[in-house]
Nanobody
Framework: QVQLVESGGGLVQAGDSLRLSCTAS????????MGWFRQAPGKEREFVAT????????DYADSVSGRFTISRESTKNTVYLQMNNLKLEDTAVYYC????????????????WGQGTQVTVSS
């Protein structure tokens, strides 16, 4: 089990950029694939991006592809989500999640979750 703590959320204007961080506890971070999900009010949690354990494979939801970038820094036990050209519809609570080795778009595939960080995009 790994504990995850997200940070970096906030209130920004449409078109701005924001970088989220997710720091994991424990010595086995290198074995984990990491995912970012988000949940807007009244909506189900949805997949945003994922990166595999080695960092050489990523996957993105169509709605964020080309605007968001997921990366990891294993020496810091941290995964990042760089979000550019933010849109109103990106407003949500963003969660990071961990599972062994390979990424997945399915939320139930992840074993551990952070508490989330709020991202609000205003016009």
């Amino acid at each position: 089990q790994v504990q995850l703590v997200e940070s970096g959320g906030g209130l920004v204007q449409a078109g701005d950029s924001l970088r989220l961080s997710c720091t994991a506890s424990g010595p086995t971070f290198r074995a984990y694939a990491m995912g970012w999900f988000r949940q807007a009010p009244g909506k189900e949690r949805e997949f945003v991006a994922t990166i595999n354990w080695s960092g050489d494979s990523t996957d993105y939801a169509d709605s964020v592809s080309g605007r968001f970038t997921i990366s990891r820094e294993s020496t810091k036990n941290t995964v990042y989500l760089q979000m550019n050209n933010l849109k109103l519809e990106d407003t949500a609570v963003y969660y990071c999640a961990a599972r062994y080795w390979t990424g997945s778009r399915a939320a139930p595939a992840y074993d551990d979750w952070g508490q989330g960080t709020q991202v609000t995009v205003s016009s």
